[in-house]
Each structure stands twice: as structure tokens, then as C-alpha cells.
């Protein structure tokens, strides 16, 4: 079933993960299209949740905020429906995860807004396609993340460390990485960190907190991203009422193209 | 006086306009500081107006949302008054200009949310950086502004068709033209479109909606960029009970340097 969906374009995707029939991670899914994050907050949160985003474009980078109460994302992909069309979502309530289900039409309430936010997908297609390596896809793991000692500009309820994503390459290797990836501002961009990881707050490579562990060569450096869990991490810990995420690699599948957002 | 500010930093020229001892335009002053566009909406508007300004980046790049009720634009400008700081303001009730202050210290309320937005001054820095020219400092005019047929993205009470600026440049130039502003996505970025008005929805260039009307060589053809009057325009459509913003050409000067914004 997954290689069918890798060559399907998007709606149809999101189609087949509506009616249940698929369910797992969404990595190289219809490939070409944009992927992104997803957070949903009551509409109380939304404007300090928004402008925290807005100050944090790196690790935030806004791709669609739709109207109050509405499960559609008119922007990304008209027709969608955000209560069915990812394969996994993670529901909080004052900050506790209490469910992982495959639907939340159930949970829908008309006060709810839905954050889209760029995501690594983007970027990594480009890395490939530039004949640059991941060594994480490589090594059969999912990227390793860390919580680094770098705030984010604060917004009411909303505050925290900027977590980052990590993938090693070698020194001369780092000009063409950093040029790729910055054309993607949208997808978090350039990285904000080549090397030394205790400059950035990371004291063990070993022990990221969110993915797992990939091993960087003797002749390769780690390059960091800001990275999409940021807003999430951030908004766990302001307790709000109820958020509901995508469930970590499961993400919701847009109709624009990655060539869309390079710049 | 004027020619004083142009070589001083932007917190000695904010600090003279303060204490009112410069109220005219602000172009060319603080030299290499970034400068914005400024809108100041109560509270209960202020996510619709945000998310209309994520939603259309290249006319309303936003570079701050200040704190509710805080005059201070902590991030661009710590220290600042958006109170004060602005050589000359607009102030609208209900969609009507009521009065053109040099302070609206009188006006502010706990409400009050401000918003920086991009502006053009930084593109045209660079283009000039470049030995390109620009037409309308030559002649002496303001630059021209259409109102063209592309709507916006709409949010809440906010809509409106897309304002841009025109400068005319040679054939020979468009490509460097197009690749020094693309480096500014955050300052309105590349043109939205090259020659051809009429299919921008622009029927005579020589009645700008705003602005004053430039000259366009035999050799040249019109570029035109997403404008920063866009969002004022769109606000004041929505006829807030109070919008405050600033005058134009009067604009807000930051602590932040052009080369900070340059991808």
C-alpha cells in the first residue's frame, strides 16, 4: 500500500488516509508536496500561539492559520478536512497526552483554529536532490532532535527553548547544505547552527530528546535546523485546555508543491 | 537637521524625533537601519489582522506584534515608543482620518496592539548597493502606487486587492533587479510582476492611486513590488472603531541593520 501512495498526488492521499485505509508515517508519501505540522488550539490561545509563531520563523514557519471553527485549510488544500486526513493525531489536554487517534471529528468544536507549519520534508527533498546524503534515512532512524539553550521570543502564555534537528555532513559539503536549505524559508530554512553543539546548549549528541541517535563519521560535522517540534513543545507546556497535534511523522499532506516555496 | 540624522544611528534619531525636534520624512535617515510601516488595532481585531498578514507575506511582511497595551517594540527596537518615535501619525475612527498628530500618547489605551510591517526602503537600499537606480528618487516624486485586481487572502473583517509600488528598469537589468530583492522576503521581497500592467489588473499608469506618477523611458518597463500600503488600505476598509498608523513616508526606524533581513 505505502509505494502505491509515494507516486498518488495529494488529495488522493489524504482520501485514502480519510477513509481509514492508511495509517502510518507520511515520510515520502506523495512525493513533491508539501507536508506540514499541525497544531489546533481553542481560539482564546490563537492570537499569542500566532504571534509566537510570527517572532519564531525559524522554528515556526506559518504556512496556513484557518478560520475559527473551520477543518479546512483553504490555502494548502482546498477540500481537506483537518478532523480525518492525517493518518495519527495526539490530543492534550492541560498538557497531558490522553489519546493517539486516527480521527478526531469527535473532538471538533467550533471555537478550535488549526496552525499549519512548514516542515523538514521539504528541504530534505531538496538535500537529496542536490546528491546530498541523510544520514538518518540511511541508518533506518528518525532524526534525532535536542532541546538547545537558545530561547524563543516569548508570547503571552507561550515560551521556551528552541528545539533543533541534526544531520551530519562534511566540511566540504556544509556551503552547498546551507545554500539548499536556505531557498526553503517556509520549511525552516537555512541551519542555525554548523559544529560544536555544547555552543549551542547540546551537551550530549548522544542522548537527543525527541527522535534517536545517528551516527556522524569521523570526517563529518553536525549541522542543526530549527525544528518543527518547537511550537508543540511550547505549547504542551502552556497547559492550554486542549491541543490537538499530528502525531509525530504523521503529518497532514498539502496540494502545493515544494518548488511553491523555494525562493 | 536632516542631513545630521542620516549619518546618526536609529535610537539618536528616535530619540530626536521624541523630543520633536524633527517631524518630516523619514527616508534616507539612520542610514543602513531598517525602517517599518506601523498599524495599531485593539485587541479584539488584532488575530484577524495577523493571520491577514501571514496569509499575504509579500505585501504584509510582519517584523513585530508588540504586547498588548505596551507602546514598546521590544524585539526590533528595545527602548523605543511607538507612542512618540514616529515623526507624524494617522489616526482613523471608524474608517475615516480624524487627525495627522506627531504623538498619540493622548490616544493610547491597554488595548492597543502594534504591528510592524516590512518596508520598501531596505529593497531600494540594496538596489542602489547594486548600481541600479531608482527613478522616482531622481525625479524627485514619491513612488507610484496602483491598486491592482489580485485580492488578498481574507481574514475575519480584513480583504482588499493587493497595493503595489512600481520602479522602471531597463530589460537588461530585470534579472539583477529581480535577484537583489528576492534576498528581502521579510522587506516585500522580489517583484510580483514584470511589465504588462493591464494583466495586473493596472489600466493607466498615470493615475497611481497613491503616490506620484514616474516617468518610464522608451528602453524601460514597469516592475512593480507588493506594497506596504496594502494592509492600510485593508484596514481601513474594515473601518476599526480605532486604527492608528503611521503617516506616509513617516516611518518607524529600528535598531535592526538592512543586512540582518538579507538571506
Known amino acids: 500500500m505505502k509505494q502505491e501512495l509515494v507516486d498518488e498526488n495529494a488529495s488522493r ?13 507520511t515520510s515520502g508519501l506523495a512525493s513533491g508536496f508539501v507536508q506540514a505540522n499541525l497544531v489546533i488550539l481553542p481560539r482564546e490561545l490563537a492570537f499569542d500561539f500566532l504571534r509566537f509563531c510570527v517572532h519564531n520563523p525559524k522554528p515556526c514557519p506559518i ?32 498538557g497531558e497526552l490522553i489519546g493517539e487517534p486516527q480521527d478526531i471529528s469527535h473532538l471538533w468544536r467550533d471555537d478550535l483554529i488549526s496552525f499549519l507549519i512548514g516542515c523538514s520534508f521539504t528541504f530534505e527533498a531538496a538535500l537529496v536532490a542536490a546528491g546530498l546524503r541523510l544520514a538518518h534515512v540511511e541508518q533506518g532512524r528518525n532524526v534525532p532532535m535536542y532541546v538547545t539553550a537558545r530561547e524563543c521570543a516569548p508570547s503571552g ?6 528545539v533543533v534537528s541534526m544531520r551530519p555532513y562534511r566540511a566540504d559539503e556544509i556551503p552547498l547544505v546551507v545554500s539548499v536549505t536556505s531557498r526553503y524559508p517556509a520549511m525552516h ?38 525544528c518543527g517540534v518547537t511550537p508543540q513543545a511550547v505549547a504542551m507546556k502552556a497547559r492550554p485546555p486542549l491541543m490537538i497535534t499530528h502525531s509525530p511523522g504523521h503529518m497532514f499532506i498539502t496540494d502545493r508543491r515544494h518548488s511553491e516555496f523555494e525562493i
Open 13 to 25: 492521499v489524504r482520501s485514502c488516509i480519510r477513509r481509514g485505509e492508511y495509517a502510518g508515517p
Open 63 to 94: 504556512l496556513e492559520v484557518t478560520e475559527e471553527g473551520s477543518p479546512e485549510a483553504t490555502l494548502m488544500a482546498p477540500g481537506s478536512d483537518l478532523r480525518t486526513d492525517l493518518p495519527r493525531y495526539r490530543v492534550y489536554e492541560n
Open 157 to 162: 502564555a507561550f515560551s521556551g527553548p528552541m
Open 189 to 226: 530554512g537555512a541551519p542555525v547552527h554548523v559544529g560544536n553543539p555544547e555552543a549551542l546548549g547540546v551537551k550530549d549528541l548522544n542522548t537527543p530528546e525527541f527522535g534517536e541517535v545517528v551516527e556522524i563519521a569521523e570526517d563529518q560535522m553536525p549541522v542543526f535546523w530549527a
